[in-house]
């Protein structure tokens, strides 16, 4: 998990909020997962104008091939909601969704996605693939991609440089 604090307060219906404030409470998540030597990516899902889940990347500390940050963030959303359907909710990730974690807010019916960077080698929302608006699916999901698209490619930029330069990735 996580020590990220997030703000408890409900928003109030007159107070503008773009998707740029959550993308910058993903991007600590993500910085976090690069000072962990995880991935940097990081996912927040809000319900109701208020952060309900947070995670980053963690396949490296787990050794799980499936803990993805949105994957982690889906399943704190569901406890915290106690329901599998988060039909209230929207997620914000740094990076555009790969297909598992496309699947998996598909599955949990989340209507709303925002990313930062593209994904030209696993992108399955808008890069590669195009899943979350399938029509041949029984869900879609309204995708805003770009989101801070800089900033978000920049800590993954960093982290690989870093890590060539280690010899390693």
Same mark, same amino acid.
């Given at each position: ?6 703000? &408890?307060? =409900?928003?109030? !219906?007159?107070? $503008?909020?773009? $998707?740029?404030?959550?993308? *910058? ?7 976090? +997962?690069?000072?962990? &030597?995880?991935? $940097? ?15 980053? !990347?963690? #396949?490296?500390?787990?050794?799980? =091939? ?15 909601? !106690? %329901? ?12 555009? =969704? ?5 699947? +998996?807010?598909?599955? %949990? #019916? ?11 080698? +696993?992108?399955?929302?808008? %890069? ?5 608006? &399938?029509? #041949?699916? !029984?869900? *879609? ?12 490619? #920049? ?6 440089? *870093?890590? *060539? ?5």
């Amino acid at each position: 998990m996580t020590d990220f604090e997030f703000d &408890d307060e =409900p928003l109030d !219906n007159w107070m $503008p909020i773009g $998707p740029e404030h959550w993308m *910058r409470q993903a991007l600590v998540l993500a910085q976090q +997962a690069a000072e962990e &030597d995880e991935v $940097p990516v990081g996912a927040i899902i809000v319900h109701q104008g208020r952060v309900i889940a947070g995670a980053y !990347n963690q #396949r490296e500390q787990l050794a799980d =091939p499936t803990a993805h940050a949105e994957m982690i963030a889906i399943t704190q959303a569901a406890s915290q909601l !106690n %329901s599998w359907r988060l039909i209230d909710c929207e997620l914000y990730v740094t990076l555009e =969704p790969c297909p598992m974690c496309a699947g +998996a807010i598909l599955q %949990s #019916r989340i209507p709303k996605v925002v990313y930062g960077a593209v994904d030209p080698k +696993a992108g399955a929302v808008h %890069s590669l693939y195009q899943l979350l608006g &399938d029509e #041949r699916l !029984n869900h *879609r999901c309204e995708v805003i991609g770009g989101v801070m698209a800089a900033a978000c490619g #920049r800590v993954l930029t960093e982290f690989f440089e *870093r890590k *060539r330069k280690m010899g390693k990735k």
